[in-house]
């Protein structure tokens, strides 16, 4: 390695905190389903031999340039259903006040998981110079499905596993920043017992600093989105800044538990 690509990715570092970056509208796109909807989901996609994946409505996957597939069957999730209800004054029905709005718990079934929907496959053009499966295959690391039903998640690594979300915004990105964990040993056993916020966000900085050099290295797109995320763990630690930290933006594939990496 040579005095100058030392100084390069010194550099990219502190671009990384000091020069503007963006969040990708890809961490908050998909709904956020409660962990009983997730496992609801998942049971559903089991018992019909559906590979679990990210959810959606008719209409959402729609937006998102996917087609249901013709005679798919809709996924039950529990949903609030609105209603109206006249209003009860001292046990008796008021005529004449406004009806209130309650709302009920019902099973509907509106969802979708990726693998019902058919549409154009994200084109991952080639790397010049480079080959993304020597690299896994040098540093013993399997891809396996992305089985997350929340669609936000971008990829994640468990052991020397990495799964990216087949919808990922910047592919690319997202691989290198799995990478990253694994190799940093993120996803190692005894790490698993640090629970605290901090450790957890200056992991995803670490991570993404490799996504961001990595992609900057090999001409790639995703410099300002890696900044933008690591500006926004940067206001999240105080380790990292005298900013008061912000709640966690919920598309970021929050965790309490550190392992697998969710990101
Ligand atoms: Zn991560």
């Known amino acids: 390695m040579t005095e100058r690509q030392h100084t390069t990715w010194g550099e990219l570092l502190r671009d990384a905190v000091e020069k503007p970056g963006r969040l990708l509208e890809a961490y ?13 989901a998942l ?28 005679g798919e069957k809709g996924i039950t999730l529990c949903m609030p259903m609105p209603f109206k209800r006249a209003t009860q004054t001292d046990g ?19 969802w979708f998981v990726l693998a019902q929907t058919e549409g154009e496959d994200t084109y991952t053009p080639p790397i010049p110079n480079f080959d993304i499966d020597t690299a896994l295959r040098a540093l013993n690391i399997t891809r396996t499905p992305f089985e ?36 940093l040993g993120h996803t190692t056993s005894e790490k698993l017992v640090d629970g605290e916020q901090t450790t957890r966000h200056i992991r995803e900085v670490e991570a993404e600093s490799v996504a961001l050099i990595c992609c900057e290295t090999l001409g790639l797109d ?13 206001r999240l630690s105080p380790r990292f800044s005298h900013e008061p930290a912000r709640t966690r ?15």
């Open 92 to 110: 008796f029905q008021d005529e004449t006040a406004e009806p209130q709005t309650s709302y009920a718990f019902r099973f509907r079934p509106y």
């Open 28 to 40: 908050t796109a998909f709904h956020n389903y409660s962990f009983g909807n997730a496992l609801l």
């Open 43 to 70: 049971e559903q996609c089991i018992r019909r031999n559906l590979q679990p994946g990210p959810l959606n409505t008719y209409h959402g996957w729609l937006e998102r340039k996917r087609q249901v597939r013709k």
């Open 222 to 234: 995703g410099a300002e989105f890696c900044r933008g995320y690591i500006q926004q763990l940067a």
């Open 148 to 183: 997350e039903m929340n669609g936000n998640i971008q990829g994640l690594a468990n052991g020397r596993e990495i799964a990216v979300n087949p919808l990922a915004a910047l592919p690319h990105k997202t691989t290198f920043h799995e990478i990253a964990h694994i190799v």
């Open 249 to 263: 933006n919920p598309g970021q594939g929050d965790s309490s538990n550190p392992a697998p990496r969710r990101c």
